[in-house]
């Protein structure tokens, strides 16, 4: 399959396509809120962001930033040739639970140590997740965790016919 034809990148947007494969790890210091159930669930403003080409960027955030209560173990494993072996987590939070909406590396593989005791989540799975003032997009479908803001160009992995990508 060849190539999709990145979007313009307008001025102060960074293009996925840019974005290295394997996938590297940023620090992002950029407040962030999360919400469930009407309930912030996580608010912190220290976060890594793995960036992969043609992936708007996962943010992984401190679980010492979630809640007390709102992470709990579900069910389900998945492998990442990059990342390692994930866990899954469901998160609760003024009374809705969002099942298996979050993963986590236990032991990630290395070159992404920095990930250790951080939670990805579903964006679409929640109320709201914000990245300053901006509410965030979900990656298309629904497959994959990166987080569309103003500040990435396109076009995105997981919309139909990208599986090629």
Not at 22 to 49: K, N
Not at 64 to 86: I, N, Q, R
Not at 92 to 108: D, S
Not at 113 to 142: F, K, N, W
């Amino acid at each position: 399959m060849t190539r999709p034809v990145p979007d313009p990148v307008r001025p102060g947007q960074e293009s996925v396509w840019d974005y290295p494969r394997p996938p590297a790890v940023r620090a992002c210091t950029l407040p962030i809120q999360v919400v469930l159930g009407g309930q912030v669930v996580c608010r912190t403003s220290t976060s890594w962001q793995v960036l992969e080409t043609s992936h708007p960027p996962t943010y992984y955030l401190p679980r010492s930033a979630f809640a007390d209560g709102v992470l709990t173990p579900a069910a389900g494993t998945s492998f990442c040739e990059w990342k390692g072996s994930a866990r899954y987590l469901d998160v609760t939070g003024g009374g809705r639970t969002a099942a298996g909406a979050a993963w986590y590396y236990p032991r990630p593989a290395p070159g992404f140590e920095q990930l250790a005791g951080h939670v990805a989540l579903y964006a679409g799975r929640m109320d709201a997740c914000l990245v300053g003032d901006e509410t965030v997009l979900p990656q298309p479908g629904g497959f994959y965790g990166g987080w569309i803001t103003a500040s990435v160009a396109g076009p995105f992995k997981g919309v139909p016919g990208s599986a090629g990508w």
